[in-house]
């Protein structure tokens, strides 16, 4: 079987459970032989983070450890420019070859927002996209992803067999964590425990991120 990879794009500021199980649960429902969490050097959709590019990318590493099939991937970060999803497939597309399939994983919220995105239309000819629900979501989705999910999507993850071209909307086990949240409870002196690995809570209080 070719070589099956998932990539999560995004801020990581910071990484947490919400990102760590969904990424985890994908893996196993998709057989996945690597997934790669990819912190985004300058979001072009969003506010600046509030930690640094070095420290997002250390706190990937210090929350994926030794897990097994997780690597971060700093191919965005070591762009002087701003990370467009669609270069990124691109360029992991140049480096991996026509014969990999591979998935891009973005939370409902994301997806909703794809319209907004560079050259947008074009990224099912490079990857798959799997679709997370997370509790909280809100967004309407428009009309022209309404069109693509009727054309585009599979129901079940043993139908995921192309190499770009599906989507696939995945339940993950609920867990309503933003990063917004967790620097909000920093920012007021409150302990976001449990909400993330303790080793990227020690990392942000070494370095007092996301104090006010
Ligand atoms: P912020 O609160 O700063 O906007 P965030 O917690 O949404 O950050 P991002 O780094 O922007 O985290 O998210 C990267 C990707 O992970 C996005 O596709 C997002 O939808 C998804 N994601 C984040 N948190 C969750 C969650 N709790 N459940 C499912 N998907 C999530």
């Keep these: 079987m070719n070589r099956r990879i998932g990539l999560l794009g995004g801020t990581f500021d910071p990484v947490h459970y919400g990102h760590l199980r969904g990424a985890l649960e994908v893996r196993d429902s998709l057989q996945l032989d690597e997934l790669r969490l990819i912190p985004s050097a300058r979001p072009p959709h969003r506010d600046q983070p509030g930690a640094t ?7 990937v590493r210090l929350a994926i450890g030794e897990h097994s099939g997780f690597l971060v991937d700093d191919c965005e970060l070591r762009r002087d420019r701003p990370s467009y999803t669609v270069e990124t497939l691109e360029s992991l597309r ?36 799997v679709v ?9 989705l428009p009309e022209v992803l309404k069109d693509l999910l ?21 339940s993950q086990t609920p867990l309503a964590i933003s990063a917004t949240h967790i620097r909000s409870l920093v920012a007021a002196g409150q302990s976001p425990r449990f909400l ?14 996301y104090r006010p």
């Excluded at 590019?53 to 706190?59: G, V």
């Excluded at 997370?132 to 309407?140: A, C, H, K, S, V």
């Excluded at 993330?196 to 991120?209: F, K, Q, S």
């Design 53 to 59: 590019a070095a420290q997002r990318l250390d706190m």
């Design 132 to 140: 997370l629900q997370r509790p909280e979501q809100n967004q309407d």
């Design 94 to 129: 140049d480096e991996l070859g026509n014969t990999v399939t591979l998935f891009l994983i973005l939370g409902w919220d994301a997806f909703c927002g794809l319209p907004g995105w560079h050259r947008w239309d074009e990224l099912l000819e490079l990857a798959n996209l």
């Design 196 to 209: 993330l690995p303790d080793a990227v809570l020690d990392y942000i209080e070494t370095n007092g991120l």
């Design 150 to 170: 009727a054309a585009r999507s599979i129901s079940d993850p043993r139908q995921a067999d192309a190499r770009h071209g599906q989507i696939l909307c995945l």
